[in-house]
C-alpha cells in the first residue's frame, strides 16, 4: 500500500532531488514492488499532464449554471423541498417572531494539534475563542469522537465533547470559549473497526 | 501473473542456474517493465532504453546461467547495477549495439508485457488532469500544484507561502493523486 512518505519519495525521485545513493535505492524498491512503480507512473503522468495544463490551473474554478424555467427548477425534488421549507419558515415568521440575526461565534485563536508534533508541546498565544483542530489521522473513519480538555496544574477537565465527527482530512474540531492560559492535555479517542479504543494525546501551552 | 515455485528472487535466480526456461521467462515479466521505465529515465529515449534494457537482461541471463549469485536475493540490486552501468557506458560510446542469442525470447516477452498501464495512462492523462483541475474548488490547492509540479518549488518554501503546514500540503497532494487515478480508471476520463 502506498503511503504519503512513498508519495513524498516519488515526487522528490520524479523532481531528481534524492542524491545519487537514494535514487539507486528507490528505484531497486521500484523493480521490486510493482505498486510502487505505478504509482510513480501515474504521479508522472499528472505532473506531465499539468504542465500541459498549466494555464488552467491557475485560472479560477469556473461557475456553471444551467439556467431553468421555473416550471422545470419547481418540479425538481431539492426545490420542492426548499419551497415546503421556505413556506413552513414564513408561517412560523407569521406566528413566532425570530430575531433579526443569526447569532455567530468569532474564532480569534486556532490551536491545531497535529500528529506530526509527536510528543513535543504545542505552543499558542491569543485569545478566545479557540478553534481547537485536531488530528485524528488521513483516513479515519470512526463513527464519532470525543475530545477531552485538561489543565494539568490540577487535572481539571476544562471541557469535554463527544459525538464529534472528522472531516475527509481527519480532522475533528470544536471550539472552546473560556480563556486558557498555561499547559493542557487534548485527547482524543474514538472506537476503530474492530470496536477497540483509541487515544491520542496532544500536550499544549496557551499563553494570552 | 503469479508463478508458483519463484515467488522469491532467490528462487528465479537459482531456477535459471539450474537450467528452468520457465524461469527465465518469470524473470522478464517480474523486472523488464521497471527496468526500462529507469532506462527510459536516464536516457530519456524510449529505442536506446528498450535496446540498453534487452542488453541487460541478456547479460543477466548468461551470468544468472554460468554462475549463481553470491546474494540471490537482491535481484532487482544486481540487475538496476547492470542497467545503470550500460547507460554509462553508453554515454561514454555510442554505437556499441549488437545482436544477442537470446533475441527471440526477449522480443516474444517484452512484447507481451509490454505496459498496458502506460498506455492507459498516455490515453487519459490529459483527459484526467482536466477533471482534477476542475474538481478542486480551492485556489490555494491548485496554487498548490502549480507551484510544485510545475513551478517546481521546494515544498517548506510553498508550505510558507501558502501558509500550510507539511501534513495539510502532503494531504493536498496525496488526494490528488488519487483523485487522478481515479479518474484514469474511469471511462469517462
Not at chain 2, 490555494?140 to 518549488?153: C, N, V
Request: charged content about 25%.
Amino acid at each position: 500500500m502506498i503511503t504519503e512518505h512513498d508519495d513524498d519519495q516519488i515526487d522528490r525521485y520524479l523532481n531528481r532531488q534524492l542524491d545519487a545513493a537514494a535514487a539507486d535505492a528507490f528505484e531497486i524498491r521500484m523493480m521490486e514492488e510493482p505498486d510502487l512503480l505505478e504509482r510513480v507512473q501515474l504521479v508522472e503522468a499528472m505532473k506531465q499532464g499539468l504542465q500541459k495544463s498549466q494555464s488552467t490551473l491557475l485560472t479560477p474554478a469556473p461557475v456553471t449554471a444551467k439556467v431553468m424555467r421555473f416550471p422545470q427548477w419547481i418540479r425538481q425534488p431539492l426545490s420542492m423541498a426548499a419551497s415546503v421549507l421556505l413556506a413552513t419558515l414564513l408561517m412560523r415568521n407569521i406566528l413566532v417572531p425570530t430575531p433579526a440575526t443569526v447569532e455567530s461565534t468569532g474564532i480569534n485563536t486556532v490551536l491545531l494539534l497535529e500528529n506530526s508534533r509527536g510528543t513535543a508541546t504545542a505552543e499558542f498565544s491569543g485569545a478566545p475563542p479557540y478553534l481547537l483542530q485536531l488530528d485524528a489521522g488521513l483516513g479515519n473513519t470512526a463513527n464519532s469522537f470525543a475530545v477531552t480538555l485538561r489543565d494539568t496544574t490540577n487535572n481539571a477537565v476544562v471541557t469535554q465533547l463527544g459525538d464529534l465527527q472528522a472531516d475527509a482530512d481527519g480532522w475533528v474540531r470544536l471550539i472552546v470559549s473560556e480563556a486558557l492560559t498555561g499547559d493542557y492535555v487534548a485527547e482524543l479517542s474514538w472506537a476503530d473497526a474492530e470496536g477497540a479504543a483509541q487515544t491520542r494525546s496532544f500536550t499544549l501551552n496557551v499563553s494570552p | 501473473m503469479s508463478h508458483t515455485g519463484y515467488e522469491t528472487p532467490a528462487l528465479i535466480a537459482t531456477a535459471i542456474y539450474q537450467g528452468d526456461a520457465q524461469a527465465e521467462t518469470v524473470l522478464f515479466e517480474r523486472y523488464y517493465k521497471s527496468t526500462l521505465y529507469i532506462l527510459e529515465r536516464k536516457t530519456g529515449d524510449h529505442q536506446l532504453a528498450q535496446d540498453l534494457c534487452q542488453e541487460a537482461f541478456c547479460i543477466m541471463l548468461e551470468r544468472l546461467r554460468s554462475q549463481p549469485l553470491a546474494d540471490p536475493d537482491k535481484l532487482a540490486g544486481f540487475l538496476h547495477n547492470i542497467a545503470v552501468n550500460l547507460h554509462i557506458a553508453d554515454v561514454r560510446k555510442s554505437g556499441r549495439r549488437k545482436t544477442w542469442p537470446d533475441q527471440e525470447l526477449i522480443d516474444r516477452v517484452t512484447d507481451k508485457s509490454h505496459s498496458q498501464y502506460q498506455t492507459l495512462l498516455r490515453d487519459k492523462a490529459a483527459a484526467a488532469v482536466r477533471l482534477l483541475i476542475d474538481s478542486m474548488d480551492n485556489p490555494r490547492d491548485r496554487q498548490l500544484l502549480h507551484g510544485f509540479y510545475i513551478e517546481e518549488k521546494d515544498k517548506d518554501e510553498l508550505c510558507a507561502e501558502l501558509a500550510l503546514s507539511q501534513r495539510h500540503f502532503d494531504k493536498v497532494l496525496f488526494r490528488a493523486k488519487q483523485r487522478f487515478k481515479e479518474f484514469v480508471l474511469e471511462k469517462k476520463a
